[in-house]
């Protein structure tokens, strides 16, 4: 029991001190620390695209075509989403890059006991639960196409359809999955560690998502023309960091004066 008690005091220190990323060889401390955030700022903006809108791209939907060929027989990509409207970019992944302090991650990681068994337990359960955020599998497509959790976070995989898919992440530093969904199943799985996971299905190649991890709260997925909100950030100069799947990063400086609102801008160019 002591021996027991001391590594949970240990894992309990870790935590306050911030995520140890990396391999032994390799380690890296993603620092955050939650306080209250009192008279903190909003960033605000748009994500746009510069020039014409290219065409979007069709997918090759080639099996269990009964159930995955829909929208009139064709299946647009999600990989560059342009509002004709407003150019903007829907799916941009807008986020804080240095900042050490702020608000609450998600309540279902202020769990200090971190472990994958606790996440597991819940395997097999169908429909999603209350607080984890999910990755459903309906109509042979992720849904979200783009999700974005903090470090830690517990995900729900799910499938609604009534065939077989399968999750296969493409991760370096969280544990990779290859698993079968079957219908109506929920599969629990975390992501300890921040990167840009690919998630496919082998089933159905043309599958495709992006599990995003961060390793702090402050970041917004932009709807579909392009608007995000960051909310409750404390005063201070940050970077913030614009992700796309398939356009070069962009990062700005931005700073946030205390219960103001700043507003910054990305646009991009369409690459050829
Ligand atoms: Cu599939």
Redesign the pocket.
Known sequence: MKVKRLCTAIAGTFLTIGLIVGSSSTVKSYAYTEIEVTDGGNITGTVTLEGDIPPVKMLNVDSDTHLCVHTHGKTPSQALIVSKDTNGIKNVVVSIENIEKGKKLAPSNSNPELNQKGCEEKGGEKGPSNSNPALN?KD?EFIPHILVVPAGSKIDILNEDEVL??VHTYAIKNSPINIAVLYGSKVCKRFMFPEIVRVK?D??KW?SAYIVVKDNPYFAVTDENGNFKIDNVPAGTYKLQAWQETLENQVKDVTVAAGNEVKIDFKFTATK
């Open positions: 599998q042979c898919h399968n299905c089933v159905h599958m």
